[in-house]
């Protein structure tokens, strides 16, 4: 086991950045998500680390190694690929073991490792099969059998559960997080799923066109996105944002947000407006026109339209209300978040005062 460090890491192909300044220290035992959409550098980051991709700049250390330019093989680090990358004419023992054989481990200490882990995975009474046999959950599992059984100093996961149904990665997401806890392995795991990255991370790091954007617990990030970009990317579905001039026709005291006049954007999260204002903390009554009701059982999907702008509303359960009706809603002006003209989260202490002061008298 080991911590991880990054030391501004960079890889560009051409003229393409694809990774700038990447900055980082993970610690041992934490199970860290880089996260963000197609093309943001996550899995260059990722495979940087493997000895996939060399580095144009930076340093990698592992533990007290500094390993940027050192062979994969030599790196001890375990890695599970998005499409699992099994040797299709090897039984699950073999492909399981073929990392130990390679590296000159006795036959006998194979077959306990290989089994030890096949057991602690579930798969022990497939070692016979061939990959073509197996589920895609199976595979999974294989494929994350083999990286336990090297007994790595860090385990990599490059969007592992892409090619599963949804009810398959619910129950694969816990299982790779028990087992990371159970093994305490340092872990980097790459996803575009904000989902996933917000159930298995212990940190998140969530990137954009090769950069970080923001690093911390999800939760964290989750109530307060570090810029515009982070509150539109984290949550399902994400931060409603409205530029600043619609403040007036929510009922916004003009002179609250005129008075900081560095503020472009408000957001809210769309649990943050109700039908009912004394669900809320510190409500604020609007007008929207309802124009599609998405029923999802435990919840419902409200899409609002409030002059030229769009809103996003959920509420428990279901709602009797119908496509077209005039609502009468309140939002929780204590969870408004607001955003610079550059796009940063402005601190809102000043702003949430004043407005706490505006709606009490």
């Known amino acids: 086991m080991a911590a991880i460090s990054f030391r501004g890491l960079a890889k560009h192909f051409g003229a393409v950045a694809a990774v700038q300044d990447f900055t980082l220290d993970v610690p041992d035992g934490e199970l860290l998500v880089l996260v963000g959409p197609s093309g943001c550098g996550k899995t260059t980051t990722l495979r940087m680390l493997a000895g996939l991709e060399a580095p144009t700049g930076g340093e990698i250390w592992l533990g007290d190694r500094e390993i940027a330019h050192l062979p994969a093989r030599e790196r001890n680090i375990a890695m599970v690929f998005q499409n699992y990358a099994l040797y299709p004419h090897m039984s699950v023992a073999e492909n399981v073991g073929f990392a130990l054989r390679l590296a000159g481990v006795k036959r006998d200490e194979v077959a306990r490792r290989v089994s030890t882990a096949a057991e602690m995975m579930g798969i022990g009474g497939l070692l016979e099969r061939l990959p073509r046999e197996l589920s895609g959950g199976q595979r999974q599992r294989v494929a994350v059998c083999r990286a336990i059984v090297r007994d790595p100093q860090a385990f990599l996961f490059d969007e592992p559960l892409s090619?599963?149904?949804?009810?398959?990665?619910?129950?694969?997401?816990?299982?790779?997080?028990?087992?990371?806890?159970?093994?305490?392995?340092?872990?980097?795991?790459?996803?575009?799923?904000?989902?996933?990255?917000?159930?298995?991370?212990?940190?998140?790091?969530?990137?954009?066109?090769?950069?970080?954007?923001?690093?911390?617990?999800?939760?964290?990030?989750?109530?307060?996105?570090?810029?515009?970009?982070?509150?539109?990317?984290?949550?399902?579905?994400?931060?409603?944002?409205?530029?600043?001039?619609?403040?007036?026709?929510?009922?916004?005291?003009?002179?609250?947000?005129?008075?900081?006049?560095?503020?472009?954007?408000?957001?809210?999260?769309?649990?943050?407006?109700?039908?009912?204002?004394?669900?809320?903390?510190?409500?604020?009554?609007?007008?929207?026109?309802?124009?599609?009701?998405?029923?999802?059982?435990?919840?419902?999907?409200?899409?609002?339209?409030?002059?030229?702008?769009?809103?996003?509303?959920?509420?428990?359960?279901?709602?009797?209300?119908?496509?077209?009706?005039?609502?009468?809603?309140?939002?929780?002006?204590?969870?408004?978040?607001?955003?610079?003209?550059?796009?940063?989260?402005?601190?809102?202490?000043?702003?949430?005062?004043?407005?706490?002061?505006?709606?009490?008298?």
Not at 164 to 189: F, N, P
Not at 223 to 231: I, Q
Not at 261 to 284: C, K, N, Y
Not at 321 to 327: E, F
Request: proline content about 5%.
């Open 163 to 361: 090619n599963l149904d949804a009810k398959l990665r619910m129950s694969a997401r816990a299982e790779i997080r028990r087992l990371q806890k159970r093994l305490g392995v340092t872990t980097v795991y790459v996803t575009h799923d904000q989902v996933e990255a917000m159930t298995l991370a212990d940190r998140m790091v969530v990137m954009h066109e090769g950069r970080i954007q923001q690093v911390g617990h999800p939760l964290e990030i989750y109530a307060r996105p570090a810029n515009t970009f982070v509150a539109g990317f984290i949550g399902s579905p994400p931060l409603n944002l409205l530029p600043v001039s619609a403040s007036a026709t929510l009922g916004l005291p003009q002179a609250l947000l005129s008075s900081k006049s560095e503020v472009a954007t408000l957001g809210i999260r769309p649990e943050g407006i109700s039908l009912r204002a004394s669900d809320l903390g510190r409500p604020l009554r609007f007008r929207a026109q309802l124009e599609l009701v998405e029923a999802l059982g435990a919840e419902s999907l409200l899409h609002l339209r409030l002059g030229e702008w769009s809103l996003l509303a959920r509420i428990p359960g279901t709602s009797p209300v119908s496509a077209g009706d005039t609502l009468d809603l309140a939002m929780d002006t204590s969870a408004l978040c607001f955003f610079g003209h550059d796009g940063n989260r402005i601190d809102d202490s000043d702003l949430q005062h004043r407005l706490a002061q505006t709606q009490s008298t």
